[in-house]
């Protein structure tokens, strides 16, 4: 049976990068299967395709295969620049984060016991820090994912502690020309990383830690213990989103940084003492609301394509042992995902979604309903033209 349409446009546009017919085949079922697969392990993709080879196939597809997985990922990130809603623009943001993606097998490289502050217990998972580019439209991509290693799991000229895949990831988003401004949650927001920004001419906005040091007026304390000081009538409203906040912004420097700064504190009422969040930007003339709005871009960008991902497309469903076929893995959710989000807000609804499409989600459904339509053009074909029998057409489907 054909593929979807937008998986028929991924092979249009990467289909040259795998040198075998077979190769780009699984290609093709591999995304069919992330979009519209309800469990999307190999396994379970390789049971959705009617007319297939074994699951080992796709398996050594995925883990041992020679295939080019930067070329991949460049293709895709130039792919974008092509369309207006995708492309990038001054207003973007480059937000910075990391992500849990759990895993159900002990034995998968590099994964282990990590804690999730969601959930509020240890599981066993891959620790991703992700680059994540948002356009001033709403579109957003992936731009680059590194997977952390423990120390004890790699050798000690090979490990890389958070701060450095943060410098790393910054850098190779710089290097990509992505303009912009650079965010990042206090999970990624250091000294070292806050440094390394300006240097690059980029200014940023990061979530800071309340036991942070400040220097104002002289003299050193906590953020927090300054948020406890702040008098009810320095205190001004500000939305985000839905949500009224409270917010008091001031100039100060922080010991470790080599340049000046404005904080911003955040209290959900106005009689909190302590203060919910931080906020810091190299900006010293930027307004709170601009502040604000880079900051949230990181929801808009990141936490979303970790609900979509590990909801919609399977992130987190991959179970292969080995660590070249889960890098292979993300990244080819990345695909997926950008093929979805080119789809989505069009001017025009897509002839084969038959209206205009808003999330993801959506997108996933009407992709299903495409290839449900297929599959019943299918069978109508092989009963009316070739005059297949009703068993035959079911041995094809698998289905008694």
């Known amino acids: 049976m054909d593929f979807p349409t937008v998986v028929q446009e991924a092979l249009t546009i990467f289909g040259d ?3 075998t017919e077979p190769a780009r085949r699984h290609f093709a079922e591999y995304l069919t299967g992330l979009i519209v697969a309800e469990n999307k392990t190999g396994s379970g993709i390789n049971r959705e395709c009617a007319l297939t080879t074994d699951q080992a196939c796709l398996n050594r597809w ?3 295969v020679e295939w080019d997985v930067p070329a991949l ?5 130039a792919w974008l620049q092509q369309a207006p809603q995708t492309r990038d623009s001054a207003r973007g943001v480059i937000a910075i984060d990391n992500t849990l993606v759990t895993h159900e097998g002990k034995l998968i490289e590099d994964g282990g016991w990590f804690w999730d502050h969601a959930d509020q217990q240890h599981v066993i998972a891959h620790e991703y820090v992700i680059s994540h580019y948002v356009c001033s439209s709403g579109a957003h991509s992936p731009l680059a ?3 952390f290693r423990k120390r004890d799991g790699c050798a000690a000229t090979e490990f890389k502690d958070h701060t450095e895949w943060c410098l790393e990831l910054i850098d190779d988003a710089l290097k990509r020309a992505s303009p912009g401004d650079v965010t990042c949650d206090r999970y990624c ?3 070292k990383v806050l440094n390394h920004i300006p240097r690059k001419q980029r200014a940023y906005v990061g979530d800071v830690k309340l036991n942070w040091k400040v220097v104002s007026t002289g003299q050193e304390q906590k953020l927090q213990d300054m948020a406890r000081q ?3 009538e320095a205190k001004k409203p500000i939305r985000m989103g839905k949500t ?5 912004r001031k100039q100060m420097r922080i010991p470790d940084l080599t340049h000046p700064v404005r904080i911003v504190l955040l209290w959900r009422e106005r009689g909190d003492q302590e203060a919910s969040k931080a906020l810091v930007s190299n900006r010293l003339g930027w307004e709170v609301t601009r502040m604000v709005l880079v900051y949230r871009h990181r929801w808009t960008g990141t936490e979303t394509l970790h609900r979509d991902g590990k909801q919609q497309l399977g992130l987190g469903d991959c179970q292969v042992r080995n660590g070249e076929g889960q890098t292979r893995h ?6 997926a995902y950008s093929l979805l989000v080119r789809s989505l807000r069009q001017h025009r609804a897509q002839a084969w979604a038959r209206r205009t499409l808003t999330t993801i989600g959506e997108a996933c459904r009407a992709v299903q309903a495409e290839t449900l339509a297929r599959m019943i053009d299918w069978v109508v074909d092989k009963l009316t033209v070739d005059h297949w029998s009703v068993t035959d057409i079911k041995a094809v489907l698998a289905y008694s």
Do not use: N, Q
């Not at 990922?73 to 990130?77: A, F, G, I, N, V």
């Not at 993300?330 to 695909?335: K, M, T």
């Open 73 to 77: 990922h460049d293709r895709r990130l």
């Open 145 to 147: 994912w590194r997977r």
């Open 189 to 191: 927001t250091s000294a």
């Open 244 to 248: 009224r906040y409270w917010y008091c």
């Open 230 to 232: 702040m008098p009810w």
């Open 330 to 335: 993300v990244y080819l959710v990345s695909a």
């Open 17 to 19: 990068l795998f040198d």
């Open 62 to 64: 995925l883990t041992e």
